[in-house]
Each structure stands twice: as C-alpha cells, then as structure tokens.
C-alpha cells in the first residue's frame, strides 16, 4: 500500500533545529521532573524492615542504645536541678496568679563540675558526675495532670494510643541482642511499652524485676514446666518446617512469622535471661557502688542488659508527687536514685559504653513555686506543666551543662524551650533518625513519634 492510501501518513524527517525547537521545553520538564523525583525521594519516609536484626541509622550517630528512667510523680525542678535563689526575697508572699505563698526551696545548690551545672544537695553523688550531665532546665508541656503527662512523655500524644518512644527505637534500628527482647521494661504503666499500631514484635517485655527475684518470677514462663530443651527444639522445628510449607505452597503469613519468631526468642532467653537478669554475677564492689534497693538492683540490671546488646530499657523511678511533706519526701526519693544513677554512669564509662549508651532521667512536668497556705513542714508543691527539667548523659550529648533557663521564680522558661515533642526529636536524632521521617503508616496515614512537632534542639549534641 502507498503512503498517498494510509489514513495516518509518515511525516518528513525533523531536521536538528526542528527537533530541539519542538523537543526543548520536554527535555527541560524531563529534567524537572528528575529533580524533583530526586528531591522528594530525599524527604520520603523511611520503610523500615519488621524484623529485630540490627541496622544502621540513616545519619550519623554515637548513640546505640537507651536507659530511660522514668522519675514518675513529677519532680519539683526548684529543689533538684533549677536553683532559684531569687525566691528569697518573696519568701511568705502571694504572687498573682498563684495561691498560697511563695516557697523558696529549703535545699542548697551547687556550681558543681568543671561546667559549673547547678545540683540541689539532694544529689551528692551525682554531683560527682556533673561533667557528664546535660541539665535542660526549659522542659514545658500543656498537661499538668500525671496520667495524660505521662502518656505524652512516653508516646508523643495524651490522647491517642500510639506507640512508646521504646517501640520507635527499637522499629529503627532492630536490636543486637537476639536472645533477649529488644526493648525491655523495668516496671512502669503498660503505655510505657506499647507498641500501639507498629507489629508486636517491638512491644517492650515486662520484666518484674526486684533484688533476690526468682527468675520465673521476674519473666513469667521463661521456663517450661512440660518439657525439656531438647523436646522444645524438636516442636519449633516442626513448626518452621510446616510454615516453610505453608509459604511454599499457600501464601507467605507475616503474622505466623512473628509468633514463631516469638517463639524462638523464648526458647533462648531460657538461657540467655536467666544470665542476664542474674546481679549476684556482678562483683561485690560493683554491687556496692549501686548500693541497696530495689531501683539500684534495676538501674544495674539495666547496664547488664545494655551490655548484651538490648536496645531501650525502661525503668520506673516514681514516688516525686511530692503534694505535702515535701521537704521530707523528697530527701527519701532522691537518695533512692542518687548513687545507682550516679554508679550507672561511672560504670558505663568504664566500660567503654557511656559513648554508645543514652541516659535520659526525669518526670512527666515540675512544682509550683508556692505552696498552699503558711509553710510548714507538711507543705509542699502542686503539678506545674509550664517549666520542668531532665538530665541526660552519654549518647552523643554536650556534658557538663546547662540547656535553657526559667524566670526567678522557675515558673516560665525565658530562654531556649524544649517541649517534650523537642526533647523526642533529639533523642531519635542522637540515634540517628531524623525524626520527621522515622514514620509507620497507619489507616492510611503515615505516624510518627512527634506527630507534626518536634525541633532538635542540636545546642546540646556534642
């Protein structure tokens, strides 16, 4: 058939200069298109793998695990870590906006370390590792009340069930230990484990830890009570067999795979655990330097963990609600803490894992200034959301210093806040995340730790 019979003639060739005149603006869209393919796969969220092998972080990072210890009740920062001498000279007044009369803090402070950090008397011991802390004195919240505070702190809503800082951590970067759960909590409400809408297997393991546990008490059913190792070995075998089939010949089931993945890690941590949670392996000179108690047996539990390659460990502190008798109180709560944070630190250090190892320490929100009615010794500090503090040590973290201030009475902080939407965003960043793209879609929506908040504060990363 001739070209004069088709429907859809041939046209002429193009020469060179018609075809960059009608190809130009394309080629230029093309190579648009191509930046900006390239730009938005630069700010893409980060799909991780649903497994607990170890990864490395996308940015770099000194931090490779965490010891959160959660001072539960709320310290008051005017007594422990935010010294307010100014509050003297409105001692027995009533300030406006606030009931009762100003209470200036009965404890002295102290320029401690080669940074000069501010440490209440309350803390001897610490005061000895003032060059390891970072001290944010500007921490500040909405919420003044515990249970919504604490949520918030541990899972980045009040009101949302969402997943625990833990599961996030442990959802980036796996886990080095593969005969111990990745994520380990020491005490403490459930919504400081959850792992909410991530899978399962990065819910934190609840560990009943106390000084002379037994360990089938420590982590109910670590043993079996029907059958030996070597019956145990022989029924997961069977059961991975049969799922390899089921795969093969059905369909893959991610579920199947994580509830015989559970299983494997139960049948080691029969061993694995039982070394582990064991402190009498320790030296009586370590044992001493955490001193007595149930939280120092837990803060040196901690380290042991760490060091088999556990990725977050959760330990509850609490007893700061400190309404009355504050001045009391707080001495006991404070002394429980003082010595095995402080031999946490000094035992991290030398071992050559405080550099690897991020401790956080600290409540849900700080205490009023005032106290209700005359002082005395029954008085003591109501909740306060607007300014609070936290210590951190290791990790990649600037010590020996202060971060941000609070006015003279500690009730507003006045320079460089850090919300608690902050304070998550630098420890995924000391991890090596950035935390806007550490995300988990959910109900078709992709989630994140600081939901749409969060600056790092980079002041104090070293």
Same mark, same amino acid.
């Given at each position: 058939?001739?070209?004069?019979?088709?429907?859809?003639?041939?046209?002429?060739?193009?020469?060179?200069?018609?075809?960059?005149?009608?190809?130009?603006?394309?080629?230029?869209?093309?190579?648009?298109?191509?930046?900006?393919?390239?730009?938005?796969?630069?700010?893409?969220?980060?799909?991780?793998?649903?497994?607990?092998?170890?990864?490395?972080?996308?940015?770099?990072?000194?931090?490779?695990?965490?010891?959160?210890?959660?001072?539960?009740?709320?310290?008051?920062?005017?007594?422990?870590?935010?010294?307010?001498?100014?509050?003297?000279?409105?001692?027995?007044?009533?300030?406006?906006?606030?009931?009762?009369?100003?209470?200036?803090?009965?404890?002295?402070?102290?320029?401690?370390?080669?940074?000069?950090?501010?440490?209440?008397?309350?803390?001897?011991?610490?005061?000895?590792?003032?060059?390891?802390?970072?001290?944010?004195?500007?921490?500040?919240? *909405?919420?003044?009340?515990?249970?919504?505070?604490?949520?918030?702190?541990?899972?980045?809503?009040?009101?949302?069930?969402?997943?625990?800082?833990?599961?996030?951590?442990?959802?980036?970067?796996?886990?080095?230990?593969?005969?111990?759960?990745?994520?380990?909590?020491?005490?403490?409400?459930?919504?400081?484990?959850?792992?909410?809408?991530?899978?399962?297997?990065?819910?934190?393991?609840?560990?009943?830890?106390?000084?002379?546990?037994?360990?089938?008490?420590?982590?109910?059913?670590?043993?079996?009570?029907?059958?030996?190792?070597?019956?145990?070995?022989?029924?997961?075998?069977?059961?991975?067999?049969?799922?390899?089939?089921?795969?093969?010949?059905?369909?893959?089931?991610?579920?199947?795979?994580?509830?015989?993945?559970?299983?494997?890690?139960?049948?080691?941590?029969?061993?694995?655990?039982?070394?582990?949670?064991?402190?009498?392996?320790?030296?009586?000179?370590?044992?001493?330097?955490?001193?007595?108690?149930?939280?120092?047996?837990?803060?040196?539990?901690?380290?042991?963990?760490? *060091?088999?390659?556990?990725?977050?460990?959760?330990?509850?502190?609490?007893?700061?609600?400190?309404?009355?008798?504050?001045?009391?109180?707080?001495?006991?709560?404070?002394?429980?803490?003082?010595?095995?944070?402080?031999?946490?630190?000094?035992?991290?250090?030398?071992?050559?894992?405080?550099?690897?190892?991020?401790?956080?320490?600290?409540?849900?929100?700080?205490?009023?200034?005032?106290?209700?009615?005359?002082?005395?010794?029954?008085?003591?500090?109501?909740?306060?959301?607007?300014?609070?503090?936290?210590?951190?040590?290791?990790?990649?973290?600037?010590?020996?210093?202060?971060?941000?201030?609070?006015?003279?009475?500690?009730?507003?902080?006045?320079?460089?806040?850090?919300?608690?939407?902050?304070?998550?965003?630098?420890?995924?960043?000391?991890?090596?995340?950035?935390?806007?793209?550490?995300?988990?879609?959910?109900?078709?929506?992709?989630?994140?730790?600081?939901?749409?908040?969060?600056?790092?504060?980079?002041?104090?990363?070293?």
């Amino acid at each position: 058939m001739s070209h004069e019979n088709c429907s859809h003639r041939l046209a002429p060739p193009l020469t060179r200069k018609e075809f960059l005149k009608l190809t130009g603006m394309s080629l230029g869209a093309l190579a648009l298109g191509t930046l900006l393919t390239d730009a938005f796969a630069a700010d893409a969220p980060l799909v991780m793998p649903l497994d607990l092998l170890p990864r490395l972080p996308p940015l770099p990072a000194k931090a490779k695990h965490v010891i959160h210890i959660f001072a539960g009740g709320a310290p008051s920062h005017i007594d422990t870590f935010d010294a307010k001498p100014a509050m003297e000279r409105l001692r027995d007044q009533t300030v406006g906006g606030m009931s009762g009369v100003i209470w200036p803090s009965p404890f002295k402070f102290e320029a401690c370390g080669k940074g000069g950090v501010q440490i209440s008397e309350l803390f001897p011991r610490l005061r000895t590792v003032a060059d390891e802390l970072c001290v944010i004195r500007s921490m500040n919240s *909405e919420i003044p009340a515990h249970g919504p505070a604490s949520k918030l702190l541990h899972t980045g809503s009040a009101i949302l069930t969402k997943p625990c800082l833990g599961s996030w951590v442990l959802y980036g970067l796996g886990t080095e230990s593969q005969n111990l759960p990745g994520f380990v909590s020491l005490g403490g409400a459930p919504e400081a484990r959850q792992a909410a809408f991530l899978p399962s297997i990065y819910q934190g393991s609840q560990a009943n830890f106390r000084a002379g546990a037994a360990m089938n008490k420590v982590l109910p059913n670590l043993t079996s009570e029907f059958s030996g190792l070597d019956v145990q070995r022989a029924q997961l075998d069977l059961a991975r067999t049969l799922d390899e089939h089921h795969g093969k010949t059905v369909q893959g089931d991610e579920q199947l795979e994580a509830r015989i993945g559970s299983f494997e890690l139960a049948f080691r941590m029969q061993t694995a655990a039982t070394d582990a949670f064991d402190i009498t392996k320790e030296s009586e000179a370590t044992r001493a330097a955490y001193g007595k108690g149930d939280l120092a047996a837990r803060i040196l539990c901690a380290r042991r963990l760490v *060091e088999r390659g556990v990725r977050f460990v959760q330990i509850d502190a609490g007893g700061w609600d400190h309404h009355t008798n504050l001045t009391a109180s707080i001495r006991k709560t404070a002394d429980s803490i003082d010595q095995p944070a402080a031999a946490l630190i000094n035992d991290l250090k030398a071992r050559g894992l405080l550099d690897e190892t991020l401790v956080i320490w600290g409540g849900e929100f700080g205490r009023t200034p005032n106290t209700p009615g005359r002082v005395s010794e029954a008085s003591g500090r109501d909740h306060w959301s607007n300014a609070f503090c936290c210590w951190l040590a290791g990790g990649g973290v600037r010590g020996g210093m202060m971060h941000g201030e609070t006015d003279d009475l500690g009730r507003e902080v006045v320079k460089d806040p850090v919300h608690i939407h902050d304070l998550h965003a630098t420890i995924l960043r000391l991890l090596g995340f950035d935390h806007t793209k550490l995300t988990y879609r959910y109900n078709g929506r992709d989630f994140r730790l600081t939901d749409n908040f969060g600056q790092i504060v980079n002041q104090i990363i070293a």
